[in-house]
């Protein structure tokens, strides 16, 4: 395949490799450092797709792009640029890009999109959208995995396909789904989000669905369904994999007819929802066991997304914890820092809990240490499987709660000793309390919550509302 492939970079090393690069793939290459060439090259005509730069000396390629497209709708234009974020991908696909490349790219990948281009010339429909004011990016990371999620993302903008997000717990799901919402054409309507896990199997279908009047004992009166609320916008089925193989089935038939009745009703009630799943089980290995419907499974994996965890991209751990610090600081926590060391040792760890274990560790090195600057040693302590007894203090196996509470509240104390800690602290210990009361008491009732609302002596509704404030995953039938 052969064409004019017109190259604008401000860096001269970059025009020379991608010119070299081309040229052995037999393309006839025309290369720029600054926009106003390249505009006048479209003008003339010149060219069959345009590899392009986001910052240049005299304009952006962002801002030149929709006056390509407004002159050369058919022109194919493929954005470079090293400012790796999701609103870069966002932004150059609003604005009719044929795709993004996050630099540094493979030489081969970027042949693959040009030759794709020229076969295939996308035909942009779009209106570039109005200049947004800037906001932060949902997502944090420059990470090859990361670049890969956020081409994804930046494609699926103007799509209603239903996407099924899978990975593990703490690796953001929830994220994507909103960013997905929020940045997509049903923006403007509601985010719905509703966590299988946290509800009881028997009350699920009237959740997603509402219920009549009399439908069944309790139900005094009627209520609107998760699906009735999502209208016009986008409802997040969050751990899909939780959810009883009868409302699969009513889930399958909207999802097939666009349409779903109450539970008690009769009339059926047209539904315009965009369904985003997420799970993080295996539900192939759900639908050979029969505890997951294989036309569902199909009829949600039409795009499907897969979140690293964060072991898998570590080089994205001091990003993030420069996002979780400004986050800890605008919430009225001290300035903090961590150091090369701290941060190479974070970069080491495992993290099982993924960004959620990350963010909660940077939350309680804000807290809980006086010193602007965290170090590794610290670090190590706090990532350290047990406590370690210092000043030669030893702790009984049969401590009170009230004892251990007291003794942590007391080395919090003691961690500001100029000053007292910063406000909200009653807040920050119940929190702390709170989560392992829950999640043992939840498996000491085999996930019935029910049972552990009444073993708790909370009301059933408060009990599912600290599930989700809290995040906890809840297993049915762990004995």
């Known amino acids: ?103 540094p790219f493979d030489l081969k990948e970027m042949l693959q999109v040009v030759e794709r281009a020229l076969s295939k010339p996308k035909k942009s429909s779009r209106k570039s959208s109005s200049e947004e004011e800037e906001t932060k990016t949902p997502l944090i990371g420059r990470s090859p995995a990361m670049q890969d999620i956020y081409r994804v993302l930046a494609r699926l903008m103007g799509t209603d396909l239903t996407v099924l997000i899978s990975g593990e717990s703490g690796t953001g799901k929830e994220l994507v789904a909103r960013a997905l919402h929020e940045y ?3 923006k403007n309507g509601p985010f719905v989000p509703i966590n299988m896990a946290a509800i009881p199997k028997e009350l699920i279908e009237s959740e997603l669905f509402g219920h009549e009047k009399g439908a069944f004992t ?59 799943a997420a799970t993080n089980r295996d539900l192939r290995q759900f639908v050979r066991q029969g505890l997951f419907r294989e036309d569902l499974y199909y009829r949600l994996n039409v795009v499907p997304l897969r979140l690293p965890p964060l072991r898998e991209r570590a080089e994205d751990i001091p990003d993030l914890v420069r996002h979780f610090l ?21 970069k080491k760890h495992k993290w099982p809990g993924n960004v959620r274990e990350l963010e909660n560790l940077v939350r309680r090195l804000a807290a809980l240490y006086s010193d602007d600057v965290i170090n590794a040693k610290v670090i190590e302590q706090e990532l350290s499987p047990q406590e370690t007894p210092q000043n030669g203090e030893t702790y009984s196996e049969d401590e009170s709660l009230g004892m251990a509470v007291e003794r942590h509240i007391a080395k919090y104390f003691a961690a500001h000793p100029d000053s007292l800690p910063p406000a909200g602290l009653y807040e920050r210990v119940l929190r702390e309390v709170e989560r392992p009361l829950i999640t043992l008491s939840l498996e000491a009732t085999n996930g019935n919550q029910i049972k552990a609302a009444d073993l708790l002596g909370v009301n059933r509704n408060t009990l599912r509302k600290k599930i989700r404030e809290l995040d906890i995953q809840v297993v049915r039938g762990l004995k």
């Open 218 to 276: 309790g139900a005094d009166a009627r209520a609107v369904g998760r699906f009735e609320q999502a209208q016009g916008g986008t409802l997040f089925l969050d751990e899909i994999g939780d959810m009883p193989i009868e409302a699969q089935t009513r889930l399958l038939r909207v999802l097939q007819q666009g349409e779903y009745t109450t539970v008690g009703g009769r009339t059926a009630i047209k539904t315009d929802v965009r369904i985003v």
């Open 1 to 103: 395949m052969t064409g004019t492939i017109l190259v604008a970079d401000d860096d001269q090393s970059i025009r020379t490799v991608l010119d070299q690069a081309l040229s052995r793939a037999n393309y006839v290459v025309r290369s720029t450092g600054n926009a106003a060439t390249l505009y006048n090259w479209v003008l003339e005509g010149v060219g069959d797709i345009i590899l392009t730069d986001v910052v240049m000396p005299d304009e952006s390629g962002l801002d030149l792009l929709p006056r390509i497209k407004k002159i050369r709708p058919e022109l194919p234009v493929i954005v470079m640029s090293a400012q790796n974020t999701l609103l870069t991908a966002i932004k150059a696909t609003e604005r009719g890009a044929y795709d993004y490349l996050p630099k």
């Open 184 to 186: 997509g054409k049903r």
């Open 326 to 346: 400004d986050q800890t600081q605008g919430e009225g926590l001290p300035i903090k820092s961590i150091d090369r060391d701290a941060l190479e040792t974070l």
